[in-house]
């Protein structure tokens, strides 16, 4: 028995290895032809991009390019033109914000009853979407080619937080000519906020409510084993991975990306299993099965994930470990040159000024309750935090649930109407 469960053991490890290996090595030949693909039989959304896929439902979607300060170069989306809102939009302007190895699209993989991005611009909000730097929209720069210059992927969510938001607010607030935004941020898209507040307080002000789903700041309590190996992993490899210019990951066109999407969308089963593996990730103990249905797994994987820097995910190793939500930490020495202190120090919670509304679900392995309570004590003015009702709500769920209409949509819906003027 002890020597089957070894082997069984082995051969876990030996997969995952291979599959993470998978994730970081691009081949030539990749990505594959969307051409090919489609008489592969995979279902049409997931190859399409945002503006396409938005189309085929009936909205009207722009592109708009922004350059941040230090010359990353990102793709936001605006939807004109939403298929059942028929009055003048509502002002100020919404900015919503993907999280960890997502893009614009995770808000609308779920189809036009449930993507949040549907929900949002139905409701006639002036719906913005963000895409952060080294994800397949925003694998840009003005000096640097992310395919030669392993400086472009030297960034962490400091970074995101300190140039990719402010960047993106700015181009918001100038293209529409508002003074204010109200900003909805999935996980990461929260914490990178939260840097934002902390380190550039004058953007903070240009924001009239921040909602954060499953905000993620302090990861101390994180359940995933499988989140917190992976990270972990990534932050004792971070060195040698560098070394061999290994510093893009979990990129769309990298050889597992392609075969797990090729996977998912096979068949009824291999979805299944593809949605399974996704709970696993959230949380081992508890699934919310078929909450998530066979079609967005299907199209989901098609965009999922979407590529970050390997040091952004060693760095949620280091978060792991953290009781704070503080600064990148350098190790000892080098904390003392940068930051004058053996410790990084911690983001300024109290310069969180703007209102909050916080929406969590309590069965979420990624961004543990008790994380987010945390978080919740430590900023000034947060006007309700609120546990989504269903105690099987987990962090997937959040953008690729079906039931998001009834779940988080209503109370988002309130405190966007309370925050916007007629
Ligand atoms: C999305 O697809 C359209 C139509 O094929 C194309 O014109 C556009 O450049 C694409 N946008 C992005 C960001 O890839
Ligand atoms: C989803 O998968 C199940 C099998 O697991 C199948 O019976 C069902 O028809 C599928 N649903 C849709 C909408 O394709
Ligand atoms: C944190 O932010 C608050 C509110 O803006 C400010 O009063 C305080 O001085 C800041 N603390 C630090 C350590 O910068």
Not at 50 to 77: N, R
Request: with cysteine; aromatic share 12%.
């Amino acid at each position: 028995m002890a020597s089957k469960r070894i082997n069984t053991f082995k051969v876990v490890f030996v997969s995952l290895a291979v599959v993470a290996v998978g994730f970081i090595i691009r081949t030539p030949w990749l990505p594959i032809r969307r051409e090919l693909k489609a008489s592969l039989g995979y279902p049409r959304d997931s190859l399409l991009n945002f503006t396409e896929l938005t189309a085929e439902y009936g909205y009207v979607s722009e592109e708009h390019e922004v350059v941040t300060e230090d010359g990353y170069i990102l793709t936001m989306f605006r939807i004109v033109q939403a298929r059942n809102c028929h009055q003048k939009k509502r002002s100020p302007p919404v900015l919503l914000v993907h999280g960890l190895l997502q893009s614009s699209d995770s808000f609308i993989d779920s189809g036009p009853n449930a993507g949040l991005a549907y929900l949002i611009s139905d409701a006639c909000y002036d719906l913005w979407l963000g895409n952060v730097r080294g994800n397949y929209y925003s694998r840009g720069h003005t000096r640097l080619d992310p395919n030669k210059d392993p400086k472009y992927w030297k960034f962490y969510i400091d970074e995101i937080g300190y140039y990719d938001i402010p960047a993106m607010i700015d181009h918001v607030l100038d293209y529409t000519g508002n003074d204010k935004l109200n900003y909805i941020g999935f996980s990461q898209g929260s914490g990178t906020f939260l840097v934002m507040c902390s380190e550039r307080p004058s953007y903070c002000e240009k924001v009239q409510l921040l909602i954060g789903l499953a905000p993620a700041a302090r990861q101390f309590n994180t359940k995933s084993k499988l989140f917190r190996t992976l990270t972990q992993t990534f932050e004792v490899l971070e060195g040698p991975l560098e070394n061999y210019g290994l510093v893009e990951v979990f990129s769309k066109g990298a050889v597992s990306q392609e075969f797990v999407a090729f996977f998912c969308q096979l068949s009824h089963f291999t979805g299944k299993l593809c949605e399974q593996v996704l709970d696993v990730f959230d949380y081992v103990d508890s699934s919310h099965l078929g909450s998530i249905t066979n079609e967005t797994t299907r199209v989901l994987f098609g965009h999922f994930p979407a590529g970050t820097s390997l040091h952004n995910m060693a760095r949620y190793g280091q978060s792991m470990k953290s009781k704070r939500f503080e600064k990148f930490n350098y190790g000892k020495e080098k904390n003392l040159v940068m930051y004058g202190s053996e410790e990084p120090p911690r983001y300024n919670l109290s310069a969180v000024t703007a209102p909050v509304v916080c929406i969590y679900g309590s069965n979420d392995g990624l961004v543990d309750t008790k994380d987010v309570e945390w978080l919740v004590g430590k900023i000034p003015n947060v006007i309700e935090s609120i546990k989504v009702e269903d105690p099987l709500w987990n962090h997937m769920d959040v953008t690729y649930s079906q039931y998001t209409s009834d779940t988080i949509f209503p109370k988002i819906n309130e405190y966007l109407l309370k925050y916007t003027s007629a």
